[in-house]
């Protein structure tokens, strides 16, 4: 399977707790996203990289976020004391090379934060 | 801060009707506009990206147009069907790289 792959697919946690997630994206791509979605919601662009560099990150929702593209290839986001409002699906999208920056999606992981 | 529209948010057709899916959008430097689906609980599916320099794109049953001057996009669905149940989604990508989404349109096709 050459698409953008995540992991885990459901996450449930306690209010508190760090939670790391990953997004493996299609190997080509240098731009990888990382987006939140809630119910009834558009996806909402959280950081992105390009490469290792990460170029937007003023979106991200608080200080207890953070991400990491560390080799240009895989990514994770963690959350740290996680909270209940956090409770959301999380989703990764890359992007080819050139201005077209198609996004193709993974699956998303779903957070549930008790 | 750009703003994604979509409407209507909700619709429901009998199997085989045409039906439309507007997209209006704020930027006016749009770069390209992408059309989504997303069945619950999953990913976004890519359906069609069209280009500033394009008015539409056809895949299939599916047709988007994109006019820039008025900042709106259509998504044209021929002759639905109940597989086409999903969440319908646009994207607008202006220079930046950091796509604003719509909320989504809301489709049941019932047999």
């Known amino acids: 399977d050459t698409g953008v792959s995540q992991d885990p697919r459901h996450k449930i946690t306690k209010r508190g707790q760090n939670v790391t997630f990953r997004c493996d994206p299609i190997?080509?791509?240098?731009?990888l996203y990382w987006y939140r979605q809630t119910l009834g919601q558009g996806p909402e662009f959280l950081t992105y990289?390009?490469?290792?560099?990460?170029?937007?990150k003023s979106r991200l929702l608080s200080d207890r976020f953070s991400a990491e593209r560390p080799k240009g290839s895989f990514s994770t986001l963690e959350i740290q004391r996680t909270e209940q409002g956090d409770s959301a699906m999380y989703l990764c999208?890359?992007?080819?090379?050139?201005?077209?920056?198609?996004?193709?999606f993974g699956p998303g992981t779903r957070l549930t934060v008790l | 801060k750009q703003e994604v529209t979509q409407i209507p948010a909700a619709l429901s057709v009998p199997e085989g009707e045409n039906l439309v899916l507007n997209c209006s959008f704020t930027?006016?430097?749009?770069?390209?506009l992408q059309w989504f689906r997303q069945d619950p609980g999953k990913g976004l599916t890519s359906l069609l990206l069209?280009?500033?320099?394009?008015r539409e794109q056809t895949s299939g049953r599916l047709n988007a147009s994109l006019d820039k001057s008025s900042g709106r996009s259509t998504l044209y669905i021929a002759a639905s069907q109940p597989g086409d149940s999903a969440t319908y989604l646009c994207?607008?990508?202006?220079?930046?790289?950091?796509?604003?989404f719509g909320r989504g349109t809301s489709l049941i096709v019932h047999p």
């Open positions: 999208a890359s992007a080819g090379t050139g201005g077209y920056n198609e996004q193709f």
């Open positions: 190997s080509e791509h240098n731009r």
């Open positions: 990289f390009q490469n290792e560099a990460q170029l937007e």
């Open positions: 930027d006016s430097a749009i770069y390209n």
């Open positions: 069209i280009q500033s320099s394009q």
């Open positions: 994207a607008e990508n202006g220079g930046s790289y950091i796509p604003t």
